[in-house]
């Protein structure tokens, strides 16, 4: 079976782009594929978190992945901080990747903003821990949502710099898996953006954890334009938050933007918006209630954490130790 690798930001509540980008399909890999899923609190303070809420927050996620359907039984969940071997190897890859390299980086380029020179350094190597996350399992495959593809490429240069530069071919290559129709959810206030945990508009964004008033009130908000539905994928071009209601829709029934504008093209947005919320109440209330009854009993959800991070730990530490040992640290 081939083993993957993927992780989710403790960074905020976790939203509809996670769930339709990511973690719906980590659910389903589960089947038939070597998984494991990582809450990466490491890569969440390379922005500020509120020491209060990051341990919160970590639970809250590792409780909405369950509630998703991540089973501890088939899959490692853990938390990144508890294994020390993504430290160590993150170390080597930011003494492997190249200045050049990070600087190309658009994620980088996006969140530092105008403010580059007042963000942490973290999070311009970010990159380098992502790879370090990966490779420490000899993960080949990551289902990542489509923002995520440029990383990937970097972790890739990461270890073919890293086999040639220590004559070795010990990491293997890495295919990102980037699947369904949502691969990339838009904000609801701006389809040119990608929906956020960080957005500061609480409107553009559908919160796993949001009830049913709130998924109606912020799906009728979204914006839109003021053309009926085309009645074909090509009609969607040029209008960036249509297609993005309409790839909404196409994931959460598991069909394609043509299947979606054959049944309701024509329609005005008022009327599409409506099915489309009751769509997203029976998906995500389910989920809601389910996290909410795991973070009930703490204890529980803790041990399940701490058997995955012992369970990651026993597979990351000999493939971490030969890298130390190829780079030509003393072991005593
Ligand atoms: N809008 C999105 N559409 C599709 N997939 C998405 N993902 C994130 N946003 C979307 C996918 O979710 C997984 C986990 O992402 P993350 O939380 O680790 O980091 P992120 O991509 O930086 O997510 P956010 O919400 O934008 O967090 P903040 O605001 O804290 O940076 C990844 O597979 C990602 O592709």
């Known amino acids: 079976m081939q083993r993957i690798f993927s992780g989710i ?3 905020g509540v976790p939203h509809l782009g996670n769930y339709l980008g990511a973690v719906r ?3 389903r890999l589960q089947q038939d594929h070597d998984c494991i899923y990582c809450v990466v609190d490491l890569h969440a303070i390379t922005v500020w978190q509120d020491p209060k809420e990051l341990a919160n927050q970590t639970r809250g996620l590792a409780a909405a992945l369950l509630a998703c359907g991540i089973d501890p039984k088939a899959s490692l969940l853990f938390h990144q901080s508890a294994v020390y071997a993504h430290l160590r190897l993150a170390w080597i890859f930011n003494c492997v990747a190249r200045m050049g390299w ?4 658009t994620q980088f380029k996006e969140k530092a903003g105008k403010e580059r020179e007042n963000v942490s350094t973290g999070l311009f190597t970010y990159p380098n821990l992502m790879a370090a996350d990966i490779l420490a399992y000899h993960a080949t495959r990551v289902p990542v949502g489509d923002d995520q593809r440029q990383h990937l490429e970097l972790a890739n240069d990461i270890a073919q710099k890293f086999n040639h ?3 070795a071919e010990f990491f ?12 990339r959810v838009m904000s609801l206030r701006d389809g ?3 929906m956020s945990k960080s957005d500061a508009s609480g409107q553009s964004v559908i919160n796993l954890n949001d009830d049913a008033d709130t998924i109606a009130l912020k799906i009728r908000r979204a914006k839109t334009d003021p053309e009926p539905l085309p009645s074909e994928p090509a009609g969607l071009e040029g209008r960036p938050e249509a297609r993005n209601l309409v790839g909404i829709y196409a994931a959460l029934t598991d069909t394609d933007h043509a299947a979606v504008l054959r049944e309701h093209g024509g329609k005005g947005f008022g009327a599409f918006k409506q099915v489309l919320a009751d769509l997203l109440v029976a998906h995500l209330s389910p989920i809601a209630a389910e ?3 795991l973070l009930a009993d703490s204890a529980t959800l803790d041990g399940i954490l701490h058997d995955g991070a012992r369970k990651a730990e026993a597979i990351a530490e000999p493939i971490v130790a030969e890298a130390e040992r190829l780079v030509g640290f003393l072991k005593v």
């Open 25 to 27: 399909n980590w659910v």
């Open 9 to 11: 930001q403790p960074s």
């Open 102 to 105: 990070l600087n190309r980086m």
């Open 165 to 167: 530069d220590y004559g």
């Open 172 to 183: 293997p290559a890495i295919e990102p898996m980037i699947l369904g129709p949502a691969a």
């Open 291 to 293: 996290t909410q009854r």
């Open 192 to 194: 040119s953006k990608k």
